[in-house]
């Protein structure tokens, strides 16, 4: 089944490490995208990507970084310089030139 | 910049009807849509509107007017199930991003 998978769904960490959630899609989407949401708030932009090798930074970027080395991946790290990193992280891809988004089952992410 | 914005929180009783509202401000609009989000599930695909006008999808419609910058949807003949968080997103053209508002939260009593 096509489809967009990340892993783990519930992932602990102590503050001041870094960690990485992984998103996979074998969509054959070109671009992919990376959401923040916290309670009572929308999803929020922290990374998205048009094409391998190639990303932009969102509206919350700090504190996050990615890497786009292959179509069907796209994993962000949240790295000790993000403040308040403890929230539900959802990944998203879209065909070229996209219009609807496909969203992964998301990562809730803890730091203790 | 983008101004999404959408009630916080709407209750309704099961086979009712429902309407979420949505006003937006925005520069290079190219669209609507509209998710569900079922509470630590993703957001599902409900509608995209692009022409001003109704769409209709079985129990769900929603409506664009691009003049006003209003956006509904509407929800009929309610099910517990349809108790979930729906989310209104703006898609620009210029770079194909999606930018949410916060989402209504919308409970279905029996």
């Known amino acids: 089944d096509g489809g967009i998978t990340q892993s783990p769904k519930y992932l602990f960490r102590k503050e001041g490490q870094n960690v990485t959630l992984s998103c996979e899609q074998n969509?054959?989407?070109?671009?992919m995208y990376w959401y923040r949401q916290d309670p009572g708030q929308g999803l929020r932009l922290i990374y998205y990507s048009q094409i391998v090798n190639d990303f932009q930074k969102g509206d919350i970027a700090e504190g996050y970084s990615v890497s786009r080395e292959k179509k069907e991946s796209f994993p962000l790290t949240v790295t000790s310089a993000q403040k308040n990193p403890t929230a539900f992280y959802l990944c998203a891809s879209s065909p070229p030139r996209g219009n609807e988004q496909f969203f992964g089952p998301g990562t809730r992410l803890t730091v203790l | 910049g983008q101004n999404i914005d959408q009630p916080t929180e709407m209750t309704a009783t099961e086979g009712a009807i429902v309407q979420i509202n949505c006003t937006y401000q925005?520069?290079?609009?190219?669209?609507l849509f509209w998710y569900q989000q079922h509470a630590g599930e993703a957001p599902t695909f409900l509608s995209y509107?692009?022409?001003?006008g109704l769409e209709e999808k079985g129990r769900f419609s929603s409506f664009l007017s691009r003049s006003k910058g209003y956006s509904y949807l509407l929800l009929k003949e309610l099910q517990m199930k349809d108790s979930a968080s729906y989310l209104c997103?703006?898609?620009?053209?210029?770079?194909?991003?999606?930018?949410f508002g916060a989402g209504t939260t919308v409970t279905v009593r029996a």
């Open positions: 925005t520069s290079g609009f190219n669209g």
């Open positions: 509107n692009v022409l001003d």
């Open positions: 969509l054959n989407h070109d671009a």
């Open positions: 997103a703006v898609h620009n053209w210029d770079d194909y991003k999606l930018s």
